[in-house]
């Protein structure tokens, strides 16, 4: 009888054992794969595809210094969307704000023209004082600004009605900045080359990324898939 005892009592003390080195086993697994799971990126500023947001307002933390700004449905997905009411030189911005450091933005946008009158639309780094690219769809022109100023300008065929990929780099060159911009519709391929490039000097830069735009069409315009990126020291 008190063989049987023993041999039941250490049959149950080896699977308690075994139990707990089991569970171990799993926490620590766990735990292992919580380590490799990626930290979130410290050099990203803003990135919205807006599908997790609510249709109707734009969040309390968003900056808008002027025009209706709204979250809507289109085709299947959520944008922002520039109301074009009422007529005004809009602007929003987003994220955190960089201070002389360089920076990249990418947005896809979509507007229309209506009979002669077309819009203006774009994308801006370092806040309203910062640089911004934007497109004259009256004139099929591009632009290059600082603040209030157009630094640069060339020809551009915007596609009315279509989705257009608009991209903005400003990066530290020695004591200067290089600022590059480049635009494409996103049916066609991404250029190789950017459409507009400058240098610019003796220039401080700090801010937020923003779109901007006036609805002289008298239609909405849209924005989507927002991305902007601090650039890390040496990036290309």
Not at 9 to 36: C, M, R, V, W, Y
Not at 49 to 69: H, K, Q, R, T, Y
Not at 109 to 138: C, E, S
């Amino acid at each position: 009888m008190k063989s049987c005892r023993r041999t039941l009592f250490f049959t149950a003390l080896i699977f308690s054992l075994t139990t707990h080195f089991s569970i171990a086993q799993d926490d620590a697994k766990k735990d292992g794969d919580k380590k490799e799971t990626a930290p979130p990126n410290s050099n990203e500023l803003f990135k919205s595809d807006f599908n997790d947001l609510e249709v109707g307002d734009i969040p309390s933390n968003w900056m808008a210094l002027d025009g209706e700004w709204s979250v809507i449905e289109l085709d299947g997905s959520k944008v922002l969307q520039l109301s074009p009411n009422p007529l005004v030189e809009a602007s929003i911005q987003f994220g955190k704000s960089v201070k002389g450091k360089g920076a990249t933005a990418t947005v896809r946008v979509k507007a229309d023209r209506k009979r002669r009158t077309a819009p203006r639309f774009g994308l801006g780094l370092h806040g309203g004082n910062g640089f911004h690219f934007r497109v004259v769809g009256v004139t099929k022109k591009i632009e290059l600004k600082k603040g209030d100023d157009i630094m640069q300008t060339v020809d551009f065929d915007w596609r009315p009605g279509e989705w257009h990929v608009m991209k903005l780099t400003v990066k530290p060159a020695d004591t200067a900045w290089t600022v590059s911009a480049k635009i494409w519709a996103e049916s066609d391929e991404k250029p190789k080359q950017n459409q507009l490039e400058y240098i610019a000097t003796d220039v401080k830069l700090s801010g937020k990324v923003s779109i901007l735009a006036t609805p002289y069409a008298g239609l909405p315009i849209y924005f989507d898939d927002l991305t902007a990126m601090k650039l890390s020291e040496g990036a290309e």
